[in-house]
């Protein structure tokens, strides 16, 4: 792992919108929005040393920033609240964090090591608040390597939108900075802010949802509570033929799971699905992920992977709107974690992580986390760099972490060192 003494020589810098704004500009936050407002999204994109890269300046970095934030300008904004309390955003343009800083690896050291998980020292490890007006929701952090190469780290608050929002973001960033546009350029169309005008005056108390897991008030330090397990993150390709979709993968780190809890085994999982990046090109911000739930009443031992993986292909019931009933309309209360209430898997195949394109480069590597995660954990299904397979990282408590390697090592022949 990369400790902190590796990565250091910090500097810290902010972008705004090229266009002002306007401090009236309000983007509203769904329900759905604020269901996510404890977890964060962090990515980095690692890109290999040539002449191109190297040419990058900071300042070529950051000038074609100032055009992306003219289009998705509520991430330049800052929370606030109305009289009842209800979180919104203000898009005045106070813009998001820059951060450069220096490894003292060098990215083929870094990526030939167990990079089990995405390391906070490439991407900005960010929570909203305590300060909540002033905190950034973004943050892009740029970290030279030893010998050449970068890497590109976004850290995004949720509440914005959810993995496809994040990406559609940075790699339009690239493909400004690839197309060498001004940041006064005016003929580039922006995201309508968003409102919502179909909330009732006030929900009344909703039946508990074992979807997501109700935690103590946050007030303002938007933070996850501390869990009862230390939680960690690995991560590991897959390239095996019988396990080249979301469902059999899912169903096997399922059945490995309750191989392991034992006595407590996971007879409920949630899953999400992205919207498929087509249903969601341009100027969107939203958390419209696809989420369901899959319940199997028989002993896990005893059922295969394969009914398992088909359990999970049935279950198309979008559970959305049972969360959405959960927030009230006025206050935006209570808080919630969603990752990890249950054990969860997340289809992540529809998102275009390798899709951020710098002068012609393409990243060699992409980690992806989410953070606030729950004990029960987390399970992420990403599409490989290489088009090979699949990249999966799971966030578990610590001490699962070694046995689920063992379980899918010495029963199911999957290499995960």
Not at 121 to 140: E, N, T
Request: charged share 20%; aromatic share 8%.
């Amino acid at each position: 792992m990369v400790s902190t003494l590796e990565v250091h020589s910090h500097k810290l810098s902010s972008v705004v919108p090229g266009a002002v704004t306007g401090d009236e500009v309000i983007h509203e936050l769904t329900n759905m929005d604020l269901a996510m407002k404890l977890h964060y999204l962090r990515t980095v994109y690692f890109f290999k040393a040539n002449e191109v890269i190297e040419g990058l300046s900071i300042f070529n970095l950051k000038e074609p920033m100032f055009l992306m934030l003219n289009v998705f300008y509520p991430v330049a904004g800052r929370i606030r609240r109305t009289d009842s309390g209800r979180p919104f955003i203000r898009c005045n343009d106070s813009g998001v964090r820059i951060i450069e800083a220096q490894c003292d690896k060098t990215i083929d050291e870094w990526l030939q090591s167990e990079h089990s998980s995405l390391d906070d020292q490439f991407a900005a490890d960010k929570v909203l608040g305590p300060d909540l007006a002033f905190s950034p929701l973004a943050y892009i952090q740029i970290t030279r390597f030893k010998c050449g190469g970068m890497s590109v780290g976004l850290s995004w608050a949720h509440i914005l939108g959810d993995a496809i929002s994040a990406t559609n973001s940075i790699n339009m960033w690239g493909q400004f900075l690839t197309k060498n546009k001004s940041p006064t350029d005016q003929n580039i169309p922006k995201i309508q802010p968003k409102s919502i005008n179909n909330l009732s005056a006030k929900l009344t108390p909703a039946t508990p949802n074992r979807l997501i897991k109700q935690v103590p008030p946050v007030e303002d330090h938007w933070i996850c509570p501390t869990n009862h397990h230390q939680m960690a993150t690995f991560s590991f390709q897959i390239s095996s033929p019988s396990l080249s979709s979301f469902e059999s993968l899912s169903a096997l780190i399922w059945k490995c799971l309750a191989k392991i809890r034992q006595g407590r085994e996971p007879h409920l999982v949630t899953v999400c699905r992205s919207t498929s990046a087509e249903k969601k090109t341009g100027f969107v911000l939203s958390n419209d992920q696809f989420i369901t739930s899959v319940h199997c009443e028989s002993s896990l031992s005893k059922i295969d992977v394969s009914e398992l993986a088909q359990l999970i292909a049935e279950a198309r019931v979008d559970k959305k709107k049972e969360i959405e009933e959960l927030i009230d309309s006025e206050s935006g209360e209570p808080s919630f974690i969603f990752y990890g209430a249950n054990l969860t898997f997340v289809d992540l195949e529809n998102v275009e992580f390798y899709g951020l394109e710098i002068k012609g480069q393409k990243p060699v590597h992409v980690s992806f986390k989410i953070d606030g995660v729950g004990d029960e954990g987390l399970v992420l299904v990403l599409p490989a760099g290489d088009g090979e397979g699949k990249n999966v990282t799971v966030i578990l408590p610590e001490d699962e972490i070694l046995k689920l390697r063992e379980v899918l090592e010495i029963e199911w022949n999957v290499v995960v060192w």
